[in-house]
T-cell receptor, first 112, second 110 residues
């Protein structure tokens, strides 16, 4: 039981490049979400999903796309990276809307 | 949306000291969690505590949902307790969406 697994752990991108951050969970959780953490701040919600095929925007969705084709996976896509997207990204999952959330180890992304 | 305020923003402790961290929230919540972010950036689940009191070793937490606050107690602090402590809540109409406070930076000195 690995919990929530994020890949990669570190990434450097050039402005304008695209990439996908991967998130997988093996706990059969319905809810999955992506957060970003900027220096000195708490985490802010980017996108979330309440089940396969269902996604919605969070607080800071601009510049990011998501899809949820399976219960286990919830990838986050940066279509055209910008320096403002330099951040640490966390993926989370929880069984139900009010249950305990579990986080992955994070992806540190730098856009130059 | 729901507002989450943590205090104090910074805390410096000598090893062995006790401390209390506070989390205030602006509306009813269905979920409240405390996390410790260690110096390597990992988020560690400390407590899932929408109400009541829990204890885990030297740490304990109390949430008084009717008064919209939660407290995290650290007793006999150790250097390994250093890091940032976050409170996060799920509002009554915000299924699965955690709202984080800005955190309390704790430094425990030997």
């Amino acid at each position: 039981n690995a919990g929530v697994t994020q890949t990669p752990k570190f990434q450097v991108l050039k402005t304008g490049q695209s990439m996908t951050l991967q998130c997988a969970q093996d706990m059969n959780h319905e809810y999955m979400s992506w957060y970003r953490q900027d220096p000195g701040m708490g985490l802010r919600l980017i996108h979330y999903s309440v089940g396969a095929g269902i996604t919605d925007q969070g607080e800071v969705p601009n510049g990011y796309n998501v899809s949820r084709s399976t219960t286990e996976d919830f990838p986050l896509r940066l279509l055209s990276a910008a320096p403002s997207q330099t951040s640490v990204y966390f993926c989370a999952s929880l069984k139900q809307g009010v249950a305990e959330a579990f986080f992955g180890q994070g992806t540190r992304l730098t856009v130059v | 949306g729901i507002q989450v305020e943590q205090s104090p923003p910074d805390l410096i402790l000598q090893e062995g000291a006790n401390s209390t961290l506070r989390c205030n929230f602006s509306d009813s919540v269905n979920n409240l969690q405390w996390f410790h972010q260690n110096p390597w950036g990992q988020l560690i689940n400390l407590f899932y505590i929408p109400s009541g009191t829990k204890q885990n070793g030297r740490l304990s937490a109390t949430t008084v949902a009717t008064e919209r606050y939660s407290l995290l107690y650290i007793s006999s602090s150790q250097t390994t307790d250093s890091g940032v402590y976050f409170c996060a809540v799920v509002g009554a109409d915000s299924w699965g969406k955690l709202q984080f406070g800005a955190g309390t930076q704790v430094v425990v000195t030997p």
